[in-house]
């Protein structure tokens, strides 16, 4: 089992939609959670950054962690076809030390059709 | 500001060849973070380094090897490619050690025929 876990691909979606994005992860010593977004031939740029369990929100951009179930979740309100990407799921057990290293999901490609 | 750079953009190499890719992080952070992408894949963590020395190595083999300069910048070396060391890889910088803002570059990708 991978650490991991990124809900499979790709997924498409009309103007305005609810995204929601998911991931699940086995290593419970996991405390730093980001969400990545990646546009084609491009490097992955930070979205939504979350310590331990809960919500926090951005714009149209909702991250939600519980760790009692290893789940994490993005959601996307009111979707745009400026949303379409590649978005990735990553965390950490800390952010100093030998264990500081990112662990990535495999990513879902999204589209947002006009 | 510049963000991270990386050089060359693409790259072609044979198996058994040595590679050496660069990164400049942003201007005034000190770590940097080097990573491998296989297409249709999340990237996978190789070395970390803060202030020149290597803070954090991930599961790759003794082929590869990284080194940071007192100006901050990096370079990842290969050697004795495989086939299945083609990918993207990239370079993300951050402030210090303890950030969890990591600014990634547009990456190197090296196909190895």
């Known amino acids: 089992q991978k650490e991991v876990e990124q809900d499979p691909g790709p997924l498409s979606v009309p103007e305005g939609a609810i995204v929601s994005l998911n991931c699940t992860y086995s290593?419970?010593?996991?405390?730093?959670f980001m969400w990545y977004r990646q546009y084609s031939r491009k490097g992955p740029e930070l979205l939504m950054y979350?310590?331990?369990?809960g919500n926090k929100e951005d714009g149209r951009f909702t991250a939600q962690v519980d760790k009692s179930s290893k789940y994490i979740s993005l959601f996307i309100r009111d979707s745009q076809p400026s949303d379409s990407a590649t978005y990735l799921c990553?965390?950490?057990?800390?952010?100093?030390?030998?264990?500081?290293?990112?662990?990535f999901g495999k990513g879902i490609t999204l589209s947002v059709r006009p | 500001d510049a963000g991270v750079t990386q050089s060359p953009t693409h790259l072609i190499k044979t198996r058994g060849q040595q590679v050496t890719l660069r990164c400049s992080p942003i201007?005034?952070?000190?770590?940097v973070s080097w990573y491998q992408q296989v297409l249709g894949q999340g990237p996978q963590f190789i070395f970390q380094?803060?202030?020149?020395?290597?803070?954090g190595r991930g599961n790759f083999p003794d082929r590869f090897s990284a080194r940071q300069f007192p100006n901050y910048s990096s370079e990842l070396n290969v050697n004795a490619l495989l086939l299945g060391d083609s990918a993207l890889y990239l370079c993300?910088?951050?402030?210090?050690?303890?950030?969890?803002?990591?600014?990634f570059g547009p990456g190197t990708r090296l196909t190895v025929t």
């Open positions: 380094y803060y202030e020149k020395e290597e803070r």
């Open positions: 201007s005034g952070h000190k770590s």
């Open positions: 993300a910088s951050s402030f210090a050690q303890g950030s969890y803002e990591q600014y």
């Open positions: 990553a965390m950490s057990p800390s952010l100093t030390g030998a264990n500081s290293k990112l662990t």
């Open positions: 290593n419970s010593a996991f405390q730093y």
């Open positions: 979350t310590y331990s369990s």
